[in-house]
């Protein structure tokens, strides 16, 4: 599986955001997608996932009140829509698979930079 993140951007404080994960390969079906993401300094940050084939999304307690994950299987693609973007959302997000027994997330896609000025 090859994942590919993109729809960052520089955007101002209070605006809503929307990033992509295009996703290619076999057997996606048996994939969890994830959406991380790491601010400069910080440690990466989980914020969500969802599986490809069904079931609702999972949210870190961090991302859940503002950020909303979406998926069209027609398009092989995951989103992930960030709302009322505050300056320290500013980061790299990346979105990430792992197989759907697994605990790790192994396969990773470059990262799309999200700055937001307040």
């Known amino acids: 599986v090859q994942l590919q993140a993109s729809g960052g951007g520089l955007v101002q404080a209070g605006d809503s955001l929307t990033l992509s994960c295009a996703a290619s390969?076999?057997?996606?079906?048996?994939?969890?997608i994830g959406w991380f993401r790491q601010a400069p300094g910080k440690e990466r940050e989980f914020l969500g996932s969802?599986?490809?084939?069904?079931?609702?999304?999972y949210y870190a307690d961090s991302a859940k009140d503002r950020f909303t994950i979406s998926r069209d299987r027609a398009k092989n693609t995951v989103y992930l829509k960030m709302n009322s973007l505050k300056s320290e959302d500013t980061a790299v997000y990346y979105c990430?698979?792992?197989?759907?027994?697994?605990?790790?997330?192994?396969?990773w896609g470059p990262g799309t930079l999200v700055t937001v000025s307040s």
């Open positions: 990430a698979a792992k197989w759907r027994t697994t605990s790790e997330y192994n396969l």
């Open positions: 390969g076999q057997r996606l079906s048996m994939y969890v």
């Open positions: 969802t599986m490809w084939s069904a079931g609702s999304p």
